[in-house]
Protein backbone atom coordinates (compact mmCIF):
# COMPACT_ATOMS: atom_id res chain seq x y z
CA UNK A 1 0.00 0.00 0.00
CA UNK A 2 1.23 3.76 -1.13
CA UNK A 3 1.25 6.23 1.76
CA UNK A 4 -1.96 7.87 2.39
CA UNK A 5 -2.67 11.42 4.05
CA UNK A 6 -6.41 11.61 5.54
CA UNK A 7 -8.26 14.20 7.26
CA UNK A 8 -10.49 13.21 9.61
CA UNK A 9 -13.38 15.87 11.59
CA UNK A 10 -15.82 14.73 13.85
CA UNK A 11 -19.49 14.91 12.93
CA UNK A 12 -21.93 16.65 15.43
CA UNK A 13 -24.09 13.68 14.89
CA UNK A 14 -22.26 10.50 13.67
CA UNK A 15 -18.89 11.27 15.35
CA UNK A 16 -15.38 10.89 13.69
CA UNK A 17 -15.38 10.43 9.83
CA UNK A 18 -12.84 10.79 7.27
CA UNK A 19 -13.35 13.86 5.77
CA UNK A 20 -10.93 13.37 2.43
CA UNK A 21 -7.96 11.45 1.41
CA UNK A 22 -5.40 11.06 -1.19
CA UNK A 23 -4.28 9.46 -3.23
CA UNK A 24 -8.14 9.31 -3.93
CA UNK A 25 -10.14 5.73 -3.54
CA UNK A 26 -7.16 4.15 -1.60
CA UNK A 27 -7.76 4.43 1.54
CA UNK A 28 -10.40 1.12 1.87
CA UNK A 29 -13.70 2.04 4.57
CA UNK A 30 -12.62 -0.63 6.90
CA UNK A 31 -8.59 1.65 7.38
CA UNK A 32 -11.08 4.96 6.94
CA UNK A 33 -13.14 3.62 10.44
CA UNK A 34 -10.10 2.79 12.18
CA UNK A 35 -8.08 5.76 11.39
CA UNK A 36 -11.54 8.38 12.24
CA UNK A 37 -12.00 6.34 15.36
CA UNK A 38 -8.26 7.06 16.98
CA UNK A 39 -9.79 10.81 17.36
CA UNK A 40 -11.27 9.14 20.70
CA UNK A 41 -8.05 8.52 21.50
CA UNK A 42 -6.85 12.11 21.73
CA UNK A 43 -8.04 14.83 23.75
CA UNK A 44 -5.35 17.82 23.26
CA UNK A 45 -3.71 19.56 20.38
CA UNK A 46 -0.62 17.47 19.53
CA UNK A 47 1.45 15.03 17.54
CA UNK A 48 0.91 11.21 17.96
CA UNK A 49 1.35 7.95 16.17
CA UNK A 50 -0.67 5.03 16.24
CA UNK A 51 -0.42 1.21 15.19
CA UNK A 52 -2.87 -1.15 13.53
CA UNK A 53 -1.79 -4.58 12.23
CA UNK A 54 1.17 -3.80 9.57
CA UNK A 55 0.57 -0.48 9.32
CA UNK A 56 1.48 2.82 11.00
CA UNK A 57 -0.39 5.97 11.48
CA UNK A 58 1.34 9.39 12.23
CA UNK A 59 -1.71 11.52 13.29
CA UNK A 60 -2.00 15.54 14.59
CA UNK A 61 -5.16 16.48 16.37
CA UNK A 62 -6.18 20.11 16.42
CA UNK A 63 -9.91 22.15 16.78
CA UNK A 64 -10.46 25.14 14.44
CA UNK A 65 -13.13 28.15 14.89
CA UNK A 66 -15.96 27.34 13.96
CA UNK A 67 -19.11 29.86 13.21
CA UNK A 68 -21.82 26.70 13.02
CA UNK A 69 -20.39 24.29 15.37
CA UNK A 70 -21.05 23.89 19.42
CA UNK A 71 -18.49 25.30 21.34
CA UNK A 72 -17.50 27.48 18.37
CA UNK A 73 -14.62 24.76 17.10
CA UNK A 74 -14.57 21.98 14.85
CA UNK A 75 -12.18 19.00 15.48
CA UNK A 76 -9.85 18.33 12.99
CA UNK A 77 -7.27 15.37 12.54
CA UNK A 78 -4.66 15.06 9.83
CA UNK A 79 -3.36 11.45 9.33
CA UNK A 80 -0.29 9.77 7.29
CA UNK A 81 -0.49 6.26 6.99
CA UNK A 82 2.31 4.04 6.06
CA UNK A 83 3.46 0.44 5.57
CA UNK A 84 7.22 1.30 6.45
CA UNK A 85 9.13 1.89 9.16
CA UNK A 86 10.87 5.15 9.04
CA UNK A 87 13.72 6.89 10.44
CA UNK A 88 12.83 9.07 13.72
CA UNK A 89 14.58 12.20 11.44
CA UNK A 90 11.79 11.31 9.03
CA UNK A 91 8.90 11.41 11.52
CA UNK A 92 10.13 14.31 13.00
CA UNK A 93 10.05 16.09 10.13
CA UNK A 94 5.91 14.74 9.05
CA UNK A 95 5.42 16.11 12.69
CA UNK A 96 6.57 19.55 11.57
CA UNK A 97 5.10 19.41 8.26
CA UNK A 98 1.67 18.45 10.03
CA UNK A 99 1.90 21.22 12.69
CA UNK A 100 2.01 23.60 9.37
CA UNK A 101 -0.87 21.73 7.69
CA UNK A 102 -3.08 22.82 11.30
CA UNK A 103 -1.47 26.58 11.26
CA UNK A 104 -2.98 26.61 7.56
CA UNK A 105 -6.05 25.70 8.49
CA UNK A 106 -6.90 27.88 11.62
CA UNK A 107 -5.43 31.09 9.80
CA UNK A 108 -8.55 30.42 7.48
CA UNK A 109 -11.54 32.36 9.10
CA UNK A 110 -13.86 30.39 6.81
CA UNK A 111 -12.21 26.91 5.88
CA UNK A 112 -14.36 25.21 8.67
CA UNK A 113 -17.54 26.09 5.91
CA UNK A 114 -16.09 22.77 4.08
CA UNK A 115 -16.85 20.19 6.73
CA UNK A 116 -20.65 21.16 5.76
CA UNK A 117 -21.03 19.81 2.14
CA UNK A 118 -22.90 16.83 3.29
CA UNK A 119 -25.37 19.06 4.56
CA UNK A 120 -24.75 21.67 1.74
CA UNK A 121 -28.82 21.91 1.16
CA UNK A 122 -29.45 22.85 4.56
CA UNK A 123 -27.79 26.32 3.78
CA UNK A 124 -28.62 29.96 1.44
CA UNK A 125 -27.05 29.91 -2.32
CA UNK A 126 -24.13 32.17 -0.71
CA UNK A 127 -22.80 29.45 1.84
CA UNK A 128 -23.12 26.97 -0.49
CA UNK A 129 -20.87 28.41 -2.76
CA UNK A 130 -18.62 29.38 0.20
CA UNK A 131 -18.44 25.63 1.17
CA UNK A 132 -17.87 23.92 -1.99
CA UNK A 133 -14.94 26.94 -2.39
CA UNK A 134 -13.33 25.69 0.77
CA UNK A 135 -14.00 21.71 0.35
CA UNK A 136 -11.83 22.58 -3.44
CA UNK A 137 -9.28 24.04 -0.66
CA UNK A 138 -8.49 21.53 1.40
CA UNK A 139 -8.39 19.31 -1.24
CA UNK A 140 -5.38 20.68 -2.60
CA UNK A 141 -3.80 21.43 0.61
CA UNK A 142 -3.87 17.87 1.47
CA UNK A 143 -2.81 16.85 -1.75
CA UNK A 144 -0.12 19.45 -1.85
CA UNK A 145 1.08 17.67 1.88
CA UNK A 146 0.73 14.29 0.64
CA UNK A 147 3.20 15.24 -2.10
CA UNK A 148 5.49 17.34 0.30
CA UNK A 149 6.02 14.00 2.73
CA UNK A 150 6.35 11.77 -0.52
CA UNK A 151 9.85 13.60 -1.14
CA UNK A 152 11.02 12.62 2.17
CA UNK A 153 9.51 9.22 2.51
CA UNK A 154 9.44 7.83 -0.92
CA UNK A 155 12.46 5.03 -2.22
CA UNK A 156 14.68 7.26 -4.31
CA UNK A 157 14.96 5.50 -7.76
CA UNK A 158 17.63 3.84 -9.45
CA UNK A 159 18.50 6.95 -11.87
CA UNK A 160 18.41 9.11 -8.75
CA UNK A 161 20.65 7.17 -7.13
CA UNK A 162 23.58 7.81 -9.88
CA UNK A 163 22.70 11.28 -9.89
CA UNK A 164 22.51 11.93 -6.55
CA UNK A 165 26.45 10.57 -6.68
CA UNK A 166 27.42 12.43 -9.64
CA UNK A 167 26.09 15.40 -8.68
CA UNK A 168 28.72 16.04 -7.23
CA UNK A 169 31.97 17.29 -9.02
CA UNK A 170 34.72 15.88 -7.94
CA UNK A 171 33.12 12.14 -8.49
CA UNK A 172 31.85 13.24 -11.85
CA UNK A 173 35.35 14.63 -12.50
CA UNK A 174 36.84 11.37 -11.17
CA UNK A 175 34.92 8.88 -13.55
CA UNK A 176 35.42 11.16 -16.55
CA UNK A 177 39.30 10.86 -15.72
CA UNK A 178 38.91 7.60 -15.51
CA UNK A 179 36.93 6.55 -18.40
CA UNK A 180 40.08 7.41 -21.23
CA UNK A 181 41.88 3.84 -19.18
CA UNK A 182 43.46 2.43 -16.21
CA UNK A 183 45.26 4.54 -13.94
CA UNK A 184 48.46 3.59 -11.30
CA UNK A 185 46.28 4.70 -7.94
CA UNK A 186 49.08 6.73 -6.78
CA UNK A 187 48.54 8.84 -10.03
CA UNK A 188 45.04 9.21 -9.64
CA UNK A 189 45.63 10.36 -6.23
CA UNK A 190 48.02 12.73 -6.71
CA UNK A 191 45.60 14.73 -9.74
CA UNK A 192 42.67 14.29 -7.25
CA UNK A 193 44.83 16.42 -4.76
CA UNK A 194 45.50 19.25 -7.74
CA UNK A 195 42.21 19.21 -8.68
CA UNK A 196 39.55 19.01 -5.01
CA UNK A 197 42.14 19.41 -2.05
CA UNK A 198 39.51 20.02 0.02
CA UNK A 199 37.89 16.43 -1.16
CA UNK A 200 38.87 13.43 0.71
CA UNK A 201 40.36 10.77 -1.79
CA UNK A 202 39.77 7.93 -0.11
CA UNK A 203 36.46 8.56 0.81
CA UNK A 204 36.14 9.03 -3.16
CA UNK A 205 37.23 6.24 -3.87
CA UNK A 206 35.75 3.89 -1.51
CA UNK A 207 32.19 5.07 -2.32
CA UNK A 208 32.98 4.25 -5.96
CA UNK A 209 34.24 0.45 -5.38
CA UNK A 210 31.12 -0.09 -2.99
CA UNK A 211 28.82 0.99 -5.84
CA UNK A 212 30.67 -0.93 -8.54
CA UNK A 213 31.49 1.75 -11.21
CA UNK A 214 35.57 1.10 -10.13
CA UNK A 215 37.48 -1.74 -9.55
CA UNK A 216 41.51 -1.57 -8.01
CA UNK A 217 43.75 -4.34 -9.29
CA UNK A 218 47.11 -4.74 -7.94
CA UNK A 219 49.79 -5.86 -9.81
CA UNK A 220 52.61 -7.91 -7.72
CA UNK A 221 53.04 -6.53 -3.76
CA UNK A 222 52.90 -2.60 -4.45
CA UNK A 223 51.68 -1.63 -7.66
CA UNK A 224 47.41 -1.22 -7.90
CA UNK A 225 45.66 -0.15 -10.69
CA UNK A 226 42.02 2.04 -10.87
CA UNK A 227 40.00 0.82 -13.48
CA UNK A 228 36.49 1.95 -14.92
CA UNK A 229 33.96 -0.44 -14.72
CA UNK A 230 30.79 1.19 -16.16
CA UNK A 231 30.76 4.53 -17.81
CA UNK A 232 27.87 6.66 -16.56
CA UNK A 233 25.94 9.17 -19.05
CA UNK A 234 22.82 11.66 -18.62
CA UNK A 235 21.52 12.19 -21.54
CA UNK A 236 18.41 14.01 -23.69
CA UNK A 237 15.94 12.11 -25.63
CA UNK A 238 12.82 13.64 -27.08
CA UNK A 239 9.88 13.65 -24.95
CA UNK A 240 7.13 10.54 -26.09
CA UNK A 241 4.73 12.01 -23.18
CA UNK A 242 3.89 13.66 -26.46
CA UNK A 243 2.18 11.19 -28.48
CA UNK A 244 -0.52 11.42 -25.43
CA UNK A 245 -1.46 14.79 -27.09
CA UNK A 246 -1.69 14.09 -30.73
CA UNK A 247 -5.50 12.86 -29.85
CA UNK A 248 -6.18 14.82 -27.06
CA UNK A 249 -4.97 18.35 -27.89
CA UNK A 250 -3.66 18.05 -31.25
CA UNK A 251 -3.37 21.93 -31.32
CA UNK A 252 -0.82 21.78 -28.37
CA UNK A 253 1.41 18.92 -30.70
CA UNK A 254 1.43 21.70 -33.35
CA UNK A 255 2.76 24.41 -30.84
CA UNK A 256 5.40 22.14 -29.34
CA UNK A 257 7.18 19.74 -31.91
CA UNK A 258 8.41 22.75 -34.23
CA UNK A 259 10.48 23.62 -30.54
CA UNK A 260 11.26 20.35 -30.29
CA UNK A 261 12.53 20.07 -33.50
CA UNK A 262 14.41 23.81 -33.24
CA UNK A 263 16.27 22.30 -30.54
CA UNK A 264 17.28 18.79 -31.05
CA UNK A 265 19.10 20.56 -33.97
CA UNK A 266 20.82 23.23 -32.10
CA UNK A 267 21.91 20.28 -29.47
CA UNK A 268 23.37 17.91 -32.36
CA UNK A 269 26.04 21.26 -33.39
CA UNK A 270 27.36 20.86 -29.46
CA UNK A 271 30.67 19.67 -29.41
CA UNK A 272 32.38 17.30 -26.96
CA UNK A 273 32.90 19.72 -23.99
CA UNK A 274 29.44 21.12 -24.06
CA UNK A 275 27.89 17.87 -24.04
CA UNK A 276 29.96 16.63 -21.08
CA UNK A 277 28.89 19.67 -18.89
CA UNK A 278 25.23 19.64 -20.07
CA UNK A 279 25.25 16.17 -18.48
CA UNK A 280 26.81 17.11 -15.17
CA UNK A 281 23.71 19.73 -15.27
CA UNK A 282 21.05 16.91 -15.66
CA UNK A 283 22.57 14.98 -13.10
CA UNK A 284 22.15 18.02 -10.67
CA UNK A 285 18.38 18.11 -11.80
CA UNK A 286 17.47 14.52 -11.39
CA UNK A 287 19.73 14.73 -8.19
CA UNK A 288 17.33 17.28 -6.54
CA UNK A 289 13.65 15.60 -5.25
CA UNK A 290 11.73 18.41 -5.96
CA UNK A 291 13.22 19.37 -9.97
CA UNK A 292 13.04 15.50 -10.08
CA UNK A 293 8.88 15.33 -9.03
CA UNK A 294 8.00 17.80 -11.77
CA UNK A 295 9.79 15.79 -14.32
CA UNK A 296 8.10 12.73 -13.10
CA UNK A 297 4.83 14.85 -13.05
CA UNK A 298 5.47 15.88 -16.99
CA UNK A 299 6.51 12.83 -18.05
CA UNK A 300 2.92 11.29 -17.46
CA UNK A 301 1.57 14.44 -19.48
CA UNK A 302 1.25 18.29 -19.28
CA UNK A 303 0.47 20.58 -16.22
CA UNK A 304 -1.46 23.32 -16.29
CA UNK A 305 0.41 26.18 -14.53
CA UNK A 306 -2.64 28.51 -13.99
CA UNK A 307 -4.32 26.03 -11.86
CA UNK A 308 -0.75 25.27 -9.58
CA UNK A 309 -1.48 27.98 -6.87
CA UNK A 310 -5.19 26.66 -6.17
CA UNK A 311 -3.38 23.40 -6.11
CA UNK A 312 -0.86 24.21 -3.18
CA UNK A 313 0.54 26.88 -0.52
CA UNK A 314 2.17 29.92 -1.11
CA UNK A 315 5.49 28.52 0.18
CA UNK A 316 4.92 25.07 -1.67
CA UNK A 317 3.97 27.42 -4.88
CA UNK A 318 7.42 29.41 -4.65
CA UNK A 319 9.48 26.91 -4.54
CA UNK A 320 7.87 25.02 -7.38
CA UNK A 321 8.03 28.24 -9.33
CA UNK A 322 11.65 28.40 -8.66
CA UNK A 323 12.24 24.56 -9.95
CA UNK A 324 10.09 25.24 -13.35
CA UNK A 325 12.32 28.65 -14.05
CA UNK A 326 15.01 26.29 -13.67
CA UNK A 327 13.88 23.43 -15.85
CA UNK A 328 12.66 26.23 -18.41
CA UNK A 329 16.61 27.52 -18.58
CA UNK A 330 17.84 24.97 -19.68
CA UNK A 331 15.74 23.64 -21.89
CA UNK A 332 13.83 20.84 -20.19
CA UNK A 333 10.49 22.02 -20.30
CA UNK A 334 8.70 24.45 -22.23
CA UNK A 335 5.79 27.00 -21.68
CA UNK A 336 2.73 26.58 -24.01
CA UNK A 337 -0.55 29.30 -24.67
CA UNK A 338 -3.38 26.64 -25.26
CA UNK A 339 -6.92 27.64 -25.21
CA UNK A 340 -6.47 30.60 -22.99
CA UNK A 341 -4.55 28.79 -20.70
CA UNK A 342 -0.62 27.93 -20.07
CA UNK A 343 0.68 24.78 -19.89
CA UNK A 344 3.85 23.29 -19.21
CA UNK A 345 5.05 20.36 -20.96
CA UNK A 346 8.30 18.46 -21.37
CA UNK A 347 10.25 19.35 -24.19
CA UNK A 348 13.29 17.08 -23.83
CA UNK A 349 13.11 13.99 -21.24
CA UNK A 350 16.32 12.94 -19.67
CA UNK A 351 17.51 9.38 -18.87
CA UNK A 352 20.75 7.74 -17.51
CA UNK A 353 22.79 5.17 -19.74
CA UNK A 354 25.15 2.80 -18.60
CA UNK A 355 28.12 1.09 -20.79
CA UNK A 356 31.40 0.01 -21.47
CA UNK A 357 33.87 2.34 -21.04
CA UNK A 358 35.80 3.67 -24.16
CA UNK A 359 38.96 1.51 -23.01
CA UNK A 360 37.04 -1.65 -22.56
CA UNK A 361 35.35 -1.27 -25.59
CA UNK A 362 38.53 -0.43 -27.77
CA UNK A 363 39.96 -4.16 -25.89
CA UNK A 364 36.64 -6.23 -27.63
CA UNK A 365 37.83 -8.05 -30.66
CA UNK A 366 36.45 -6.42 -34.16
CA UNK A 367 34.06 -8.08 -36.11
CA UNK A 368 35.80 -9.59 -39.19
CA UNK A 369 34.27 -8.74 -42.73
CA UNK A 370 33.40 -11.61 -44.80
CA UNK A 371 35.79 -12.56 -47.85
CA UNK A 372 33.84 -12.74 -51.04
CA UNK A 373 35.66 -14.65 -53.86
CA UNK A 374 36.06 -13.21 -57.20
CA UNK A 375 33.90 -14.73 -59.38
CA UNK A 376 35.68 -17.15 -62.52
CA UNK A 377 34.89 -19.75 -64.59
CA UNK A 378 35.81 -23.35 -64.46
CA UNK A 379 38.23 -24.55 -67.38
CA UNK A 380 36.51 -27.18 -69.89
CA UNK A 381 39.83 -29.23 -70.21
CA UNK A 382 40.59 -30.66 -67.05
CA UNK A 383 44.56 -31.52 -68.51
CA UNK A 384 44.72 -27.47 -68.88
CA UNK A 385 46.29 -25.83 -65.88
CA UNK A 386 45.63 -23.19 -63.79
CA UNK A 387 48.14 -19.95 -63.63
CA UNK A 388 49.02 -18.92 -60.44
CA UNK A 389 47.26 -16.01 -60.80
CA UNK A 390 44.36 -17.75 -62.05
CA UNK A 391 43.89 -19.83 -59.11
CA UNK A 392 44.79 -16.95 -56.11
CA UNK A 393 42.45 -14.64 -57.88
CA UNK A 394 39.60 -17.76 -58.02
CA UNK A 395 39.91 -17.75 -54.34
CA UNK A 396 40.00 -14.22 -53.45
CA UNK A 397 43.73 -13.93 -53.85
CA UNK A 398 44.54 -15.59 -50.44
CA UNK A 399 48.30 -15.20 -50.42
CA UNK A 400 48.86 -18.31 -48.29
CA UNK A 401 47.32 -20.17 -50.91
CA UNK A 402 48.95 -19.04 -53.64
CA UNK A 403 52.01 -20.11 -52.12
CA UNK A 404 50.53 -23.22 -51.79
CA UNK A 405 49.26 -23.72 -55.32
CA UNK A 406 52.78 -23.20 -56.59
CA UNK A 407 54.47 -25.73 -54.69
CA UNK A 408 51.15 -28.18 -55.99
CA UNK A 409 51.95 -27.02 -59.46
CA UNK A 410 55.80 -27.34 -59.59
CA UNK A 411 55.34 -30.72 -58.08
CA UNK A 412 53.33 -31.71 -60.85
CA UNK A 413 55.69 -30.31 -63.24
CA UNK A 414 58.44 -32.97 -61.76
CA UNK A 415 56.34 -35.69 -61.85
Given at each position: ???????????????????????????E???????????????????????????K??????????????????????????????????????S???????????????????????????????????????????????????????E????????E????????R??????????????????????????????????????????????????G????????????????????????????????????????????????????????????T????????????????????????????????????????????????????????????????????????????????????????P????K??????????????????????????L?????????????
Amino acid sequence: MKTIVALSYFHRKIGPLVFYSYPKNMLEKDLSSKVANIMDQQFSEGFFTHSFENLKSMNYYFEIHSDWARGNQEMLMVSIILDQQIPLEIEEKISILCTEFSERLQSNEEIFMAFYINDINNFDEEDQENIIKNESLIEAWVNNLYWVIIEDTREKTEEEKIAILLNDRHVFKTLEKLSKGPIPLEWLREWYFEEFPEKDFNDTINTLVEKQFIFINQIGLVEKYVLLLKEVNAERIPPDSVIEYIDDKPELIELLLPKVQEYYSEYEKKNKDQIREDAFTLFQIMADSKKYNVLSELRNGLISKDKLPKLVSKKSLDSLMENIDFLKKYDVIEELDYNDETYIVLKTNLQITTAFPEWMRKLLPKESEPVVADKYSTKLNNSEEFTDEEIARSIGKNESTLKNTKRRNNKKKKL
